[in-house]
């Protein structure tokens, strides 16, 4: 499963072994955002992955022999190796090896559709990754040295140019798989300017040879020469914020460093085209960065109720134990160790009374267990759907060699991204929750006061974090506007968590008559999960203010002041990335230091070494 409980990259001990190894969310992760080497195809996945490149070249080579001795009539037609396809699929029978290379390449460059900003190099590192290893199960009569290609392209940091959009996630992500297979695929012998590249007319209508070798970026020097008339594309590390600009060149000039671009073969630029791979690319780390964000929720849960001074009586194991929901208690039990060794909290415990009758919070407080922990037992669900999907053949049709019959391929639906689409839906609509309730904590930390003057003093907290004079109240704004930004970002989420699986348009002259829409939803999980990592830095930042002036006031009113353990490291963390606010300064320094200390995983790092033995999550 997906682990996050130390969310620094490990060290990796060896390359990744595509085929040989079951791949998971953190691995993938490493491999796309840290480069961590694969190793060349292990000689027992090359030989199974042949073998069934081998009853494909067979068959070809029968079709031919079938047309040489005069029989065209008996040749079969088999779909994705000597047929079109989609609403074409068995109109025609093709007899020559030669129009099936054509037919492979035809496919890739006619499906590169696609539209919108480019992928970041991480999805697309991802998606070759993922795509390694569905053609490595042995189902898609590839030959060995596709996928080696692919793994060339990981180890020496070929980005292939894909844009975002496109993809109604069934076939698979055709459009987005048809750009990067177009970086790899060579046109055959013969392809440019011969009468199958002529119009209804007879004029001949060969393709620009710029774009139809496909595109991909390679890394290049602000200020250099090559800049004149290139297209310039920006990428940011997730992790670390380094930047690094690309030119955009030809497949074949991108490629050139690694051997070149290869000539397909019969069905193999279907099985390059099939299955909802930038779909699972982008929900992989979607989902890993879902799990990390969870988990700086927690920290920030706990910081926020040490800044209200509220109750730990929501939290007591026996509460969640009662109703049975895993992720509450695990939340519950985590809040509790991170509090630990807390003066701010109401002295009230399970052997202790509390001071404030009835011992009830605000919901964003009070019910925070439940909430977060309904989105932790969401995470645990979808990691399944995700996981089992970068270890899946998700080819059409499949080739099974020990099938009793001689006609091996199996027309399947396994290129649908459903269970991508519907995960990342639920995904999505957990964060935005996720958010919806922070925001709330948010709110009440730069409002919150209490009934009475003489509580107001003890409990409450100055108008939107900021301590001023009486005479200069007003003077400054303090969080204001922090708290503004966040409602915006949760509203935003509140559309984007809309649910795209619930959509289909039908395509492919009604062959093709429901569609996922997985990449859509993956790319919409992925847009709230950076927007509520910004809601929940925010929250991070004025709960840190909070505790100080809970200091300043437990120290004109002689009291101690000590943070929970977990809270106080996570407060020491902020403290050295964002200073104390004591008048007004521009906000969106501290909420970007804030966000890139989320990113970074310090934070879970800190609170981790203060509370080893506070569960986490991944265990």
Known sequence: MVNNGDHRQEPFQEPFQVGAMPLDVATLVSVARSYQPVADLDP??????????????????????????????????????NTGFGAAAGRSAFHSAHLTKILSYNLVTSHAAGTGEFFDEETVRAALLIRAQALAQGYSGVRPIIIQKHLDMLNHRVY???????SLGASGDLAPLAHMALAIAKPPP????????????GASSPANPQYQSGEAFVPTAPGSRRHEGAALHLTTNRLTGEQTLWRRVSGTVALAPIGGQIELRAKEGLALNNGATFSAAVAALTLYDAHRLLDHAEIALA???????????????????????????????????????STLLDPGDEDVDPVRIPPQDPYSLRCAPQVIGAVRDTLKFVDGFIETELNAA?????????????YKTVSCGNFHGEPIALGMDFLGIAITELGSIAERRIFKLTDYHFPTSVQEIEYGLQDFLIAEDAETRGLNSGLMIAQYTAASLVSDCKTLAHPDSVDSIPSSANKEDHVSMSLNAARHAREIVDNIEAVIA??????????????????????????????????????????????????????????????????????????????????
């Open 160 to 166: 292939p140019a894909v844009p975002m959009k496109g």
């Open 303 to 341: 910081m926020s109720l040490e800044a209200m001074r509220g109750f730990r009586d929501p939290f007591f194991p026996r509460v969640h134990a009662v109703r049975g929901h895993q992720g509450a208690g695990e939340t519950a039990r985590r809040v509790l160790r991170y509090v630990a060794g």
């Open 44 to 81: 027992r996945v090359a030989d199974a992955v042949a073998a069934s490149a081998q009853w494909v070249e067979e068959v070809v080579t029968a079709i031919e022999k079938r047309e040489s001795e005069g029989h065209p009539e008996d040749v079969r037609a088999l779909y994705s190796i």
């Open 538 to 619: 925010i929250e991070l930042l004025c709960a840190a203010q909070a505790l100080d002036l809970r200091r300043e006031q437990n120290r004109a009113a002689g009291t101690p002041w000590r943070l929970g353990n977990g809270s106080a490291a996570a407060f020491a963390m902020i403290r050295d990335a964002v200073p104390y606010r004591a008048i007004d300064r521009a906000v969106y320094p501290d909420i970007r230091a804030m966000i890139h200390l989320l990113r970074s995983g310090d934070i879970l790092r800190a609170v981790r070494d203060a509370v080893p033995d506070g569960p986490m999550s991944g265990e």
């Open 190 to 201: 013969g392809w440019h300017g011969d009468d199958l590249a002529r119009d209804s007319t």
């Open 394 to 406: 998700t080819d059409n049709p499949l080739i099974f060699l020990d099938l009793p019959r001689s």
